[in-house]
């Protein structure tokens, strides 16, 4: 069982280049998030998602989209990269049953660097 | 938004037990305290959570105070693998899923 797990670990990209993170999860999660953290801070959550096809706005969603498009997989995109996106990034999921009082479980990141 | 206070460090002898305390004054009745840990360079890991009543696990026990303004994560034998940053977390709607607001957390040293 993998659990959540983040494609690439490492990344260096250009200002103005574009790329994108894939976050997949086995554990059959309706919810999907993806959160930064900046050094000395805690996570900040980017978008999130509640089920296949559907996404919402986090507290830090300028400069990102994202897609659900299966429900195993949650897409983080930059399309220009910019300096201040450098970060570590973490996709997180959770069942919705419960009345989302189920615990997110986390990847290992992804490490972006923007130069 | 319920937000949290704790300690930004703290030290703890390996074989004792660490105990975390976090301040969540503004909690509102329905929301429930949760604990993560981060270990360097790792994803956030789920300890344990609670609405009123004190909880216990194969991790940690979680005391929350009766009128629920504060709670004390409790690691009943710390070994240096504990030493990790500590997140109290109060969770908070975002449309219908939930959203981990985290702060700096406790940065606990574990020390032989």
Redesign the interface.
Same mark, same amino acid.
């Not at chain 2, 360079?41 to 789920?46: A, D, E």
């Given at each position: 069982n993998a659990g959540?797990t983040q494609t690439p670990k490492f990344r260096v990209l250009k200002t103005g280049q574009s790329m994108t993170l894939l976050c997949a999860q086995d554990m059959n999660h309706e919810?999907m998030?993806w959160?930064r953290?900046d050094p000395?801070?805690?996570?900040?959550?980017i978008h999130?998602?509640?089920g296949e096809g559907t996404t919402?706005k986090?507290e830090v969603p300028d400069g990102y989209n994202v897609s659900r498009l299966k429900k195993q997989n949650f897409l983080l995109g930059l399309e220009s990269a910019a300096p201040s996106q450098t970060s570590v990034y973490?996709c997180?999921s959770?069942y919705?049953q419960g009345g989302?009082? *189920?615990? *997110?479980?986390?990847?290992?990141?992804t490490r972006l660097s923007i130069l | 938004d319920a937000k949290t206070t704790q300690p930004p460090s703290m030290d703890c002898a390996e074989g004792r037990a660490a105990n975390l305390p976090c301040n969540h004054s503004t909690i509102s009745g329905n929301e429930?305290v949760?604990w993560y840990r981060q270990i360097h360079? *790792?994803?956030? *890991?789920?300890i344990i959570?609670g609405l009123k009543n004190n909880e216990t696990n194969e991790m940690a026990s979680l005391i929350i105070t009766e009128d629920r303004k504060s709670s004390t994560l409790i690691l009943p034998h710390a070994t240096l693998r504990d030493t990790a940053v500590y997140?109290c977390i109060v969770?908070v709607?975002?449309?219908?899923?939930?959203?981990?607001?985290?702060?700096?957390?406790t940065r606990l040293q574990v020390t032989l």
């Open positions: 959540v919810y998030y959160y953290q000395g801070m805690g996570l900040r959550l999130y998602s509640v919402a986090g973490f997180a959770s919705s989302s009082n *189920q615990p *997110q479980h986390f990847g290992d990141g | 429930y949760y360079s *790792q994803g956030p *890991q789920y959570h997140y969770r709607r975002a449309g219908t899923a939930s959203k981990l607001t985290f702060g700096t957390g």
